[in-house]
């Protein structure tokens, strides 16, 4: 049996190539997280997050965080971005299977931290 899956999105995927890493913290103090972005679109893009990992107790739809985006120049100052989580998804099988995937939306450009 072929397995296909089928595109529940709204709107293609596009790449952007951006920005590479987010880093964040839950709390203060508190351990600083950062994770490759996966599976970018115009709209938003996706952390990669597996299962037993502690940080996925602690993110829920519809906080807002404060996120540094690092791009692929490592010349570039990261950005930092008040970022909201769209969605937490179990992935039961396939690639990603033992991973949340974790959406996230950009809502505004900050001023850079001194």
């Given at each position: 049996m072929k397995n296909e899956s089928v595109e529940k999105r709204s709107e293609s995927r596009t790449e952007l190539e951006k920005y590479h890493s987010v880093?964040?913290?839950?709390?203060?103090?508190?351990?600083?997280?950062?994770?490759?972005?996966?599976?970018?679109?115009?709209?938003?893009?996706?952390?990669?997050?597996?299962?037993d990992s502690d940080v996925i107790k602690c993110l829920h739809l519809g906080d807002t965080l404060d996120m540094k985006y690092y791009t692929s120049d490592a010349s570039s100052q990261p950005e930092s971005l008040k970022t909201q989580i769209k969605h937490v998804t179990k992935e039961e099988e396939g690639r990603f299977q033992g991973h949340y995937l974790v959406g996230l939306f950009i809502l505004e450009n900050q001023q850079p931290r001194e």
């Open positions: 880093e964040f913290k839950l709390a203060d103090p508190g351990a600083r997280y950062q994770f490759k972005i996966w599976n970018m679109s115009s709209r938003g893009m996706c952390l990669l997050v597996r299962e």
